[in-house]
């Protein structure tokens, strides 16, 4: 992508992103995958591991 991160058509180009969030003592992994054109999310998943197996590859 050349550090070009936008697109006018959407369905195109997503990227994703892990966010951490503590529960009670854990931590739980946050996947989003978002369309570049838009904004919006398209997927997201939710995991206790933060493995590409678990997050990524699930969303």
Not at 16 to 40: C, E, F, H, P, Q
Request: charged share 25%; glycine share 6%.
């Amino acid at each position: 992508m050349n550090r070009k991160f936008t697109n006018k058509e959407t369905g195109c180009v997503w990227v994703s992103g892990i966010t951490y969030i503590r529960v009670n003592k854990d931590w739980d992994y946050l996947t989003t995958m978002i369309d570049i054109a838009d904004r919006k999310v398209v997927d997201w998943f939710l995991n206790k591991g933060m493995t590409a197996k678990n997050t990524v590859l699930k969303a």
